[in-house]
């Protein structure tokens, strides 16, 4: 396996001076890094352990830092992190292909079972009653989305309060019961009901009506016009405040993947131990899978580097965790990711004991909300993504009905409506979900010589390298490499060469 040791990514006033001629050196502080220690064109074999190239099923490249807007067009690329990982599903290859996934955000309104959702945790919190059973959806796919966040360098809030995230309310529809649902048992006349009348009054009744319907030129047996009764939105079912009484407190903190965050560094170690539960007991993983050093890897680790702009959310931009705290302590943590356009989710873990509360789709629900709720910040940031979907497997399929979404097309990079792609899907495991025969990628690679590469601390298009190159060419690992990520990443990200 051929493991490309470094990459290395800039901003654009970088990139355009290399490509003049211009060769910046690494130690320069001025320049802006990303820095990414990748295999560019190694693979990751699947859990189906398929024989042959079948199971050579992700690309793969190693990030040391990110800016997030680089990050932020390679997963619309199909690519996706785990921890610092960095890789793209091959899904020509895999026997469970994996389609990007996004739902928009502004434009979501909440099932029944969404509702189911949120009322139940409504009634815990209110009565402590704890419901049986678990909703599909709910156990989230390591597989499909892993990884964790390192590196704040600024210091941003570490909490944040507001009706889409911390506070949950009870639920004001309770169920009716039984006596006031039972038919009566009594015979003869309904006492709650008006007397009957007999048919020949109604009848005169009626063209009474008709007649005066004549005379006036309306119509008195239309019903007068109601106003409709809005459905309650997303906030309004996740914000509802609690009785007095309440059995007990939610509280969600977000709080950035930073060891210098008071918050976070507080949090560590409880939140540490509610992983490897988590994983133990819901996906069957050894003591030894699950350690403290395998949780700050999986999910401490991020190449994101914090950032902050005057049009971006207050939070600011990078890797965070959403942790839902029960009556003093952690019961759930949801992995994000903010982007430019979009929240991420990474990945949840929570306290099995709890499984019956859906929480799976309870957290999905709230990151929804609080997509809605930065986008009021940051106007592009209106999306929100939920990692892969996978058609092919039935308990995978949950995620598309946090709707309306789209799925990436892994042809052209277009975002195309769910809608369109579940019956193509139905027929093929793999798919082309964008119908236009001449539509194709707008980034593909046009140009190999004008990727970027880092040779003896020094930044050159590859063309400039290819010359000094001695050996054999590699030109044909750069080609899929640049490919790959396209040709607005290619000139960004520093490919190492030695």
């Not at 040779?455 to 080609?479: C, F, I, L, N, W």
């Amino acid at each position: 396996m051929q493991w490309t040791p470094l990459i290395i990514s800039f901003h654009c006033r970088v990139y355009h001076s290399c490509s003049s001629g211009f060769s910046p050196r690494v130690s320069d502080t001025r320049l802006y890094l990303t820095a990414l220690t990748a295999a560019a064109l190694g693979f990751y074999l699947c859990s189906c352990h398929q024989s042959g190239n079948e199971g050579k099923t992700h690309k793969r490249m190693w990030s040391h830092t990110m800016t997030v807007q680089d990050y932020q067009d390679l997963i619309d690329r199909g690519w996706r992190r785990s921890g610092k990982y960095v890789y793209k599903p091959t899904l020509k290859k895999t026997c469970c292909p994996q389609y990007a996934i996004r739902c928009h955000a502004l434009k979501f309104q909440p099932s029944k079972s969404h509702k189911k959702v949120l009322k139940k945790m409504n009634k815990f919190l209110s009565k402590g009653e704890l419901p049986e059973g678990q909703e599909p959806g709910d156990l989230m796919d390591s597989a499909c989305e892993d990884a964790g966040p390192r590196g704040s360098t600024k210091a941003c809030p570490s909490e944040l309060k507001c009706a889409a995230v911390t506070d949950v309310g009870q639920d004001k529809a309770e169920p009716l019961s039984a006596a006031e649902v039972s038919p009566p048992t009594s015979s003869g006349a309904d006492p709650s009901r008006p007397p009957c009348r007999k048919a020949k009054d109604l009848r005169k009744e009626r063209r009474l009506q008709k007649e005066q319907t004549r005379q006036h030129g309306v119509s008195l047996t239309k019903p007068a016009p109601s106003l409709a009764i809005q459905p309650k939105s997303l906030e309004d079912l996740v914000s509802e405040l609690l009785p007095d009484d309440a059995s007990h407190r939610l509280e969600v903190r977000l709080v950035p993947v930073n060891f210098e965050d008071p918050q976070f560094a507080a949090s560590y170690q409880q939140s540490a131990a509610l992983y490897a539960r988590y994983q133990m007991a819901v996906h069957g993983d050894d003591p030894s899978e699950c350690s403290e050093s395998q949780f700050q890897r999986f999910l401490c680790d991020s190449p994101l580097e914090a950032e902050f702009s005057p049009d971006g959310p207050e939070v600011g931009y990078g890797s965070f965790h959403q942790q839902y705290w029960l009556d003093g302590k952690i019961v759930a943590v949801g992995v994000i990711d903010i982007l430019p356009t979009c929240v991420s989710s990474v990945y949840l873990y929570y306290h099995p004991d709890f499984a019956a509360l859906s929480l799976g789709s309870y957290s999905a629900l709230r990151e929804i909300a609080f997509t809605r709720q930065l986008q009021k910040q940051s106007p592009k940031l209106s999306f929100y993504y939920l990692g892969f979907y996978i058609h092919s497997c039935p308990k995978m399929r949950y995620k598309g009905q946090y709707r309306p979404s789209d799925l990436l097309c892994p042809e052209t990079y277009a975002w195309v409506p769910i809608e369109r792609c579940t019956a193509l899907l139905d027929e093929s495991r793999y798919a082309r979900f964008n119908q236009d025969p001449d539509a194709g990628d707008i980034r593909a690679l046009k140009d190999v010589g004008r990727a970027l590469v880092l040779h003896r601390r020094a930044v050159m298009p590859y063309v400039t390298y290819s010359r000094k190159r001695k050996g054999a060419s590699d030109e044909r690992e750069v080609q899929q490499y640049a490919s790959l990520v396209g040709q607005q990443c290619a000139e960004r990200i520093l490919l190492y060469r030695s």
